[in-house]
């Protein structure tokens, strides 16, 4: 079994998929000048789908079910005006389960 | 009446999921072929078109293609070559050069359709990073991929958006 130690400095990704997610996040940023606003979160969470996707073979078995919630959390189509109410809701819900991953892996919820 | 057309129009969709099947050749030079029957402005030929196939070339355009969300098994680039458009004295300002981009990309999908492929057009990409990819020559920039597959059993939802216009809404009849 693999210890918690060896699992946060497990490498989870290969030179070839981090080129890509960098050449994905540079070019994103300069297509990002020409387009319309709300493309801007789609293209990130895209990113951080492609990571996920990238890394989950190799993660821990702590780190896969979050993995898990951020591929799922958001269709790679989806925009702010195709559901003005929900989308912002579920960002948010997206960004509390990144923070209570946080809480537990660094041990924020253990008393001093 | 035959109305082959108008179903092949109506029928035809954005293809965000392809399988990992090629396209056969003679499906390529058909739906490339298509393109000669686009209507152009002028019939001036500005327009060049850059087949990718090659797996290594397809996963390098697709890096720098924010908006392909699909991973195509061919690729047709339409490309303006813009030292022409120039030689012809158009303003760098009129669309027209895009526009008939435009229509060659609807012709191209309209043909794979036909043919039983799937494609979806993308215009996110950096015309830099794709020219310099694709080693074009100095003035061709390239406007809009057509990524080519065969359709895959499941797709993403396509876009949708709460509160937009209505079709009717769209339409001026005569004089308003």
Same mark, same amino acid.
């Given at each position: /079994?693999?210890? =918690?130690?060896?699992?946060?400095? #497990?490498?989870?990704?290969?030179?070839?998929? #981090?080129?890509?997610?960098?050449?994905?996040?540079?070019?994103?940023?300069?297509?990002?000048?020409?387009?319309?606003?709300?493309?801007?979160? /789609?293209? !990130?969470?895209?990113?951080?789908?492609?990571?996920?996707? /990238?890394? =989950?073979?190799?993660?821990?078995?702590?780190?896969?079910? !979050?993995?898990?919630?951020?591929?799922?959390?958001?269709? =790679?189509?989806?925009?702010?005006?195709?559901?003005? #109410?929900?989308?912002v809701d579920r960002l948010d819900a997206?960004?509390?389960?990144?923070? =209570?991953?946080?809480?537990?892996?660094?041990?924020?919820?253990?008393?001093? | 009446?035959? @109305?082959?057309?108008?179903?092949?129009?109506?029928?035809?969709?954005?293809?965000?999921?392809?399988?990992?099947?090629?396209?056969?050749?003679?499906?390529?030079?058909?739906?490339?072929?298509?393109?000669?029957?686009?209507?152009?402005?002028?019939?001036?030929?500005?327009?060049?078109?850059?087949?990718?196939?090659?797996?290594?070339?397809?996963?390098?355009?697709?890096?720098?293609?924010?908006?392909?969300?699909?991973?195509?098994?061919?690729?047709?680039?339409?490309?303006? @070559?813009?030292?022409?458009?120039?030689?012809? %004295?158009?303003?760098?300002?009129?669309? %027209?050069?895009?526009?008939?981009? %435009?229509?060659?990309?609807?012709?191209?999908?309209?043909?794979?359709?036909?043919?039983?492929?799937?494609a979806g057009p993308v215009t996110s990409?950096?015309?830099?990073?794709?020219?310099?990819?694709?080693?074009? &020559?100095?003035?061709?920039?390239?406007?809009?991929?057509?990524?080519? %597959?065969?359709?895959?059993?499941?797709?993403?939802?396509?876009?949708?958006?709460?509160?937009? &216009?209505?079709? @009717? @809404?769209?339409?001026?009849?005569?004089?308003?």
């Amino acid at each position: /079994m693999t210890s =918690e130690t060896e699992d946060e400095s #497990a490498r989870v990704l290969d030179e070839g998929d #981090a080129v890509e997610l960098l050449v994905y996040l540079v070019t994103s940023a300069r297509t990002q000048v020409d387009e319309a606003a709300e493309y801007a979160p /789609m293209r !990130l969470l895209t990113a951080a789908g492609r990571l996920a996707e /990238m890394t =989950e073979p190799n993660a821990s078995a702590r780190l896969r079910p !979050l993995l898990r919630d951020i591929r799922q959390g958001f269709s =790679e189509t989806a925009v702010q005006a195709g559901d003005p #109410a929900g989308y912002v809701d579920r960002l948010d819900a997206l960004c509390r389960t990144v923070a =209570e991953y946080l809480v537990r892996s660094l041990g924020l919820d253990r008393s001093p | 009446m035959n @109305d082959a057309v108008l179903h092949a129009i109506r029928t035809r969709r954005v293809v965000r999921a392809l399988t990992d099947a090629p396209v056969e050749h003679d499906q390529l030079l058909t739906v490339l072929d298509s393109a000669r029957y686009a209507p152009h402005a002028g019939n001036r030929r500005l327009h060049r078109y850059v087949v990718v196939t090659q797996p290594s070339l397809l996963r390098a355009v697709r890096m720098v293609s924010p908006g392909m969300l699909q991973r195509p098994t061919a690729a047709i680039v339409i490309c303006v @070559d813009w030292a022409q458009v120039h030689n012809y %004295g158009f303003p760098p300002a009129n669309p %027209g050069p895009y526009i008939d981009v %435009g229509t060659a990309a609807a012709t191209l999908l309209l043909a794979a359709h036909s043919i039983g492929l799937g494609a979806g057009p993308v215009t996110s990409f950096s015309r830099a990073a794709l020219a310099t990819i694709l080693k074009l &020559p100095a003035g061709m920039r390239p406007e809009l991929i057509i990524c080519l %597959g065969h359709t895959a059993s499941e797709q993403p939802p396509a876009m949708r958006r709460q509160g937009g &216009p209505r079709w @009717d @809404d769209l339409i001026q009849w005569e004089r308003g």
